[in-house]
């Protein structure tokens, strides 16, 4: 049974560009988060979906960032107009059931370095 | 609200035990427990739900107090595997998780 996968491991992007990061969640799950972790941090909390919808975004930025979770394909984080400050490792964890009494099974995460 | 964590790190010796402690100024609903390698995905651990309960996983457990809002993970017997971040996440009520900082354990031969 696959575990979360996401792609791509390494993403460079230079100020300015579009930064794509995809999750595809563990088999039978329909409920994915994306977090953001800073080196030395915690894992901070940013969007909640299910298939085809927006739960929760209230840790993502007004500005710049989005998700989707179409009801084909894997959910993608996009952030737009890159800044040195986004540049951190991003994680989607999957779960089988809505709401935090539930396990949440992280991916191998995606590293972001803008130049 | 983010959680507390202590200690910040710890070095143990094979064979020795540690408790870390997570700690939150509301009320919580549910308390979830990963470990993190460096480098890679933090694996789940276990989950604990409000009830005061107390759940294991081979040498490691963790118990959940929820009128000090306090859940400790316990480590028994130290294997040179369990080092890493543990960290704790933990919900109010159905809200998102919010993760500690980390507790950073090393333990060596």
């Known amino acids: 049974n696959a575990g979360v996968m996401q792609n791509p491991r390494h993403l460079v992007r230079r100020r300015g560009q579009e930064a794509r990061l995809r999750c595809s969640p563990m088999k039978g799950h329909s409920h994915v988060y994306w977090y953001r972790q800073l080196p030395e941090e915690g894992l901070k909390f940013m969007v909640y979906?299910?298939?085809?919808?927006?739960?929760?975004e209230s840790g993502m930025p007004k500005e710049r960032f989005s998700a989707e979770f179409p009801k084909e394909g894997p959910s993608i984080l996009r952030i737009q107009q890159v800044v040195r400050g986004d540049s951190a490792a991003y994680f989607c964890a999957s779960s089988p059931e809505r709401g935090v009494s539930y396990e949440q099974y992280f991916g191998p995460g995606t590293r972001l370095t803008v130049t | 609200q983010q959680p507390v964590q202590s200690p910040q790190a710890v070095i143990l010796r094979e064979g020795e035990d540690a408790v870390i402690n997570c700690s939150s100024s509301?009320?919580?609903?549910?308390v979830h427990w990963y470990r993190q390698k460096h480098g890679e995905a933090p694996v789940f651990l276990m989950i604990?739900?409000?009830?005061?309960e107390q759940k294991g996983h081979e040498k490691i457990s963790a118990s959940f107090n929820e009128k000090k809002q306090q859940s400790s993970l316990y480590l028994t017997a130290s294997q040179l595997s369990y080092s890493g971040t543990y960290f704790c996440?933990?919900?109010?009520?159905?809200?998102?998780?919010?993760f500690g900082k980390g507790t950073r354990l090393s333990v060596i031969a």
């Open positions: 509301k009320a919580l609903y549910s």
């Open positions: 996440g933990t919900a109010a009520g159905n809200t998102p998780l919010v």
């Open positions: 604990l739900l409000k009830g005061g």
């Open positions: 979906l299910q298939k085809e919808n927006i739960i929760d």
